[in-house]
């Protein structure tokens, strides 16, 4: 099973900005829709970005005209682009990537936003 690799998080001041990244080790066929989630402390991982094959984009309410999620040139690669961070994102941020057979995650990566 292929697990996803994510950087790019850490700990930043309110009012910042961070810029995550997945990666797939190796090539993922038919993929449909990449997206990042996040699971804060106590409570239920939630959806944050979907980019979809077609490029179609999706935000959570808590997100939209702050992050921007994107995908790579050689479309194995997602980003999520975090600006004007609160701390209420304060949360492991996990990536996903949904084929048409197989559902595939990342280890996560923490995001901590100081007020």
């Known amino acids: 099973q292929v697990q996803l690799v994510e950087s790019g998080g850490g700990l930043v001041q309110a009012g910042g900005s961070l810029r995550l990244s997945c990666t797939a080790p190796?090539?993922?066929?038919?993929?449909?829709?990449m997206s990042w989630f996040r699971e804060a402390p106590g409570k239920l991982r939630e959806v944050v970005a979907v980019?979809?094959?077609?490029?179609?984009?999706n935000y959570a309410d808590s997100v939209k005209g702050r992050f921007t999620i994107s995908k790579g040139n050689a479309k194995t690669s997602v980003y999520l682009e975090m600006n004007g961070l609160k701390p209420e994102d304060t949360a492991i941020y996990y990536c996903?990537?949904?084929?048409?057979?197989?559902?595939?995650w990342g280890q996560g990566t923490p995001v901590t936003v100081s007020s």
């Open positions: 996903n990537m949904e084929a048409y057979c197989n559902s595939y």
């Open positions: 190796k090539r993922i066929t038919d993929i449909k829709t």
């Open positions: 980019i979809s094959s077609d490029e179609k984009t």
